[in-house]
């Protein structure tokens, strides 16, 4: 059958270094930055993957353009409102909830009708999220219980809000930023802390934006139609991606694993935080400050004895993408671990802390769930032996890659679907570890 692997040998211990895909997060908001910035910007090591495609695609439709050269992405910015948008313009964000999201803000001043499709994934998640705050700034949404399909027209006559922004999502953050650019006046949002690339890069641009960080929230203060110049970016690695092999690393016999230039923005590093406090083998190398971002090379090795946490629901944010990945480790450690308040986890790609569940308890773990919170009763001699067959599970990215570094370390025979869904955020995935030395058919 295509479009799925069979595994059915655990990886042989290996010791290398390697690069991962370049950040998805970083990758879209250079995009959606360079085509309002004034002039020509030049992105190196954008992803390649299908989510940035659909942004590039997006820009495109709104009036942008963009030329793939052999070493960059050049994309030549219209500046602040300065979109061509034409009759029954159409968007189609894919799989991405970042992008359709933030596009929704980038394109708030926009007179002319825009519609925004996406795939059945994205069709399914909540856009009320954006909707209210755009609402509050003048724009006016068509859409069916805030869901896509939706119908945006933006308005010249924006005025500035003030929000309090309490899921802690990037997301909508960067929505409404990328919406008070298009506005004048002064728009401050609290926002519960989470990824910070956007205002990174927009003080890096020297645009007047002001940032006051607190214990959880940041105030965050934009003032409106500033315009800005063209910039060039170079794109380093992403943690999320890295992530699946930090894992891979630590749950495999003697080996051990360098991943050279990921970002490692404090805001992003849950994932290693968590694992460390679990007895973890992970540290970071090389540290160096590039545009106001952290990049360093990851170094991680095998780790016997993980302990049980409880993990701080504070670190939740900070690790978002990588709790399938941070349960699995749970799963092999001695004691039980808890997890709280993950509500956010459901509103992803899929619903990731129910499919969570019905995985760990699949592959023969004690799962106990109240509300939003969950207990992994941890078996650190968890070895598999029997037939697992991964399918149905709304085509999620992360959940195809989490099951393949399953099957690679705790044994049994694996078919996984959907493999094509590593397109969206990682598609050199199965090639790097088939260059670690892994079997996969
Ligand atoms: C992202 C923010 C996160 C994350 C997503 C990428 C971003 O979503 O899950 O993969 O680039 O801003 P939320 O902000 O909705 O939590």
């Known amino acids: 059958m295509k479009n799925q692997v069979k595994i059915e040998e655990l990886i042989k211990p290996f010791k290398k270094e390697i690069i991962v895909s370049s950040d998805k997060s970083l990758s879209i908001r250079c995009i959606l930055l360079s085509s309002i910035a004034a002039g020509t910007s030049k992105i190196f090591n954008l992803l390649e993957s299908d989510d940035v495609l659909n942004a590039l695609k997006a820009i495109k439709k709104i009036g942008v353009n963009y030329k793939k050269k052999k070493y960059y992405t050049e994309i030549h910015g219209v500046g602040i409102n300065g979109f061509n948008i034409k009759k029954n313009t159409v968007i189609d964000a894919g799989n991405s909830g970042t992008l359709a999201r933030t596009i929704l803000g980038l394109c708030s001043a926009t007179k002319k009708k825009i519609k925004l499709i996406g795939d059945r994934s994205l069709s399914k998640r909540d856009f009320s ?75 890096n641009l020297n645009y007047p934006i002001k940032i006051i960080k607190n214990k959880n929230y940041e105030l965050i203060e934009v003032k409106g139609l500033a315009q800005f110049k063209s910039f060039e970016y170079k794109v380093p690695g992403d943690i999320s991606s890295a992530s699946f092999f930090i894992v891979l690393t630590l749950l495999s016999k003697k080996s051990r694993l360098l991943i050279k230039d990921v970002n490692i923005n404090p805001s992003r590093t849950g994932i290693i935080k968590i694992l460390n406090k679990m007895n973890a083998n992970i540290k970071i190398i090389n ?47 001695e004691g039980i671990s808890s997890f709280k308040n993950l509500e956010e986890l459901n509103k992803k790609e899929s619903p990731r802390l129910d499919l969570s569940i019905k995985f760990l308890r699949m592959i023969g773990i004690k799962v106990i769930r109240k509300k939003n919170d969950i207990k992994i009763y941890g078996n650190p001699e968890l070895e598999l032996h029997g037939n697992y067959r991964i399918k149905n599970f709304l085509k999620d990215h992360r959940i195809f890659m989490m099951s393949t570094i399953a099957a690679l370390t705790l044994n049994g025979t694996w078919v996984i679907s959907d493999k094509d869904s590593i397109k969206t955020s990682f598609p050199n995935f199965l090639n790097i570890l088939k260059k670690l030395g892994a079997k996969i058919n």
């Not at 049980?308 to 944010?317: A, F, Q």
């Open 129 to 203: 999220r954006v909707i209210k705050p755009l609402n509050l700034f003048g724009v006016n949404i068509k859409s069916k219980r805030g869901k896509l399909p939706l119908e945006l027209t933006g308005s010249d006559l924006l005025r500035p809000i003030r929000y309090i922004e309490d899921k802690g999502s990037a997301q909508i953050k960067t929505c409404i930023i990328l919406s008070a650019i298009n506005t004048p006046g002064i728009t401050i949002i609290k926002s519960k802390k989470s990824r910070t690339h956007s205002e990174v890069m927009l003080k």
């Open 287 to 333: 540290k160096k400050n590039y545009k106001g971002e952290v990049i360093g090379d990851i170094k991680i090795k095998s780790t016997k004895n993980f302990k049980s946490i409880n993990c701080p629901s504070n670190l939740n944010t900070a690790a978002i993408d990588e709790f399938l990945l941070i349960f699995l480790i749970a799963a092999k450690s």
